[in-house]
């Protein structure tokens, strides 16, 4: 989600990750839901794409898009028969729209948008929170300003000079651009069912840790800022008839903090699993089964190893 974030991690990937595509995965893909075949479009930014979770697919590679983000594990458990991947790292509601600057290419990708049709039948998007710069600047500001201060340095910082707090407001306004965006969704894809995906919950109910690397108040705050973003997601959805994916839930218990059962990474980038901030593929598949879940109204199967989306059904992206 984050560029700043991204930069940092992606002068690493020169030197020691690779861009692979998997277009034959070798794990069978799970059996269509009975009815008809489903075209699917997957539009978002990193928490949909899936930074440095192995393996990367290497069309618009400087989306990042990993072979095993949500939307790969979603078209497999659904057995699409067409499976379009348009998530892209560091986009906003407006990247929809243009061309998007990306990361270690020159070539931008077409716009988001421009993957759905009259056709498409199912959408997933996870998007706003690049808007106003929300959240790279509370993952890199606020890790930062806890080494060297008490008490909530990130949240004094992001207030303006009237005590108002610069985040809150951005998370609320956020709303109107993800309306707009759900939109123009409906507008390409009219017949479409359209789930917007929530972010997953990132800190512990209460307190923080080092992986975190927030003061104990930052990280209050913070949870507050998710949560006003979310509920900005959620009411855009109720607006336009798309249905809101809540992943709070079922993150509960798998934040940043939760150690070996955390399913998104601390401020550390690993690179050989996850951006800092974002998900781990284990975070992914979770989110798979719960928006395989809410799609459907069935309980959703286990998940293990590598998302197998079918193979014939992978359109790769301009």
């Not at 861009?19 to 893909?29: I, Q, T």
Request: hydrophobic residues 40%; contains cysteine.
């Amino acid at each position: 989600m984050v560029a700043a974030v991204l930069v940092t991690a992606l002068v690493g990937l020169t030197a020691g990750v690779v861009l692979l595509g998997r277009d034959d995965p070798s794990s069978p893909s799970a059996p269509a839901l009975s009815g008809e075949p489903i075209d699917y479009v997957a539009l978002g930014d990193s928490y949909s794409a899936g930074p440095l979770i192995p393996l990367l697919r290497n069309d618009a590679s400087g989306c990042f898009r990993s072979t095993n983000n949500y939307a790969a594990y979603v078209a497999g458990l659904l057995g699409v028969a067409t499976y379009r991947d348009a998530t892209c790292s560091g986009a906003s509601t407006e990247d929809l729209r243009g061309r998007q600057a990306v990361m270690l290419s020159s070539k931008r990708p077409r716009p988001q948008l421009a993957s759905l049709s009259p056709e498409t039948d199912l959408v997933t998007i996870g998007i706003g929170g690049n808007d106003f710069g929300l959240f790279g600047s509370i993952a890199g500001e606020c890790s930062a300003a806890a080494s060297r201060e008490l008490g909530a340095p990130c949240r004094t910082r992001y207030a303006d000079a009237a005590g108002r707090d610069t985040k809150a407001r951005d998370a609320r306004r956020i709303r109107g651009n993800v309306e707009a965006a759900l939109a123009d969704v409906r507008a390409r894809a009219p017949e479409a069912d359209v789930y917007v995906v929530g972010y997953p919950r990132l800190l512990p109910e209460t307190g923080t840790c080092g992986a975190a690397g927030f003061t104990r108040a930052d990280a209050s705050w913070a949870r507050w800022v998710a949560g006003l973003l979310n509920s900005s997601l959620r009411g855009a959805a109720e607006v336009v008839g798309a249905t809101y994916v809540d992943l709070y839930p079922a993150t509960r218990g798998h934040d940043i903090c939760a150690g070996p059962d955390a399913w998104v990474n601390g401020r550390t980038i690993r690179f050989d699993r996850a951006l800092s901030f974002h998900p781990f593929q284990e975070g992914m598949a979770g989110v798979a089964r719960i928006v395989f879940e809410t799609v459907t109204g069935q309980d959703a199967p286990e998940i293990t190893g590598d998302a197998a989306p079918p193979a014939d059904a992978v359109i790769r992206s301009r």
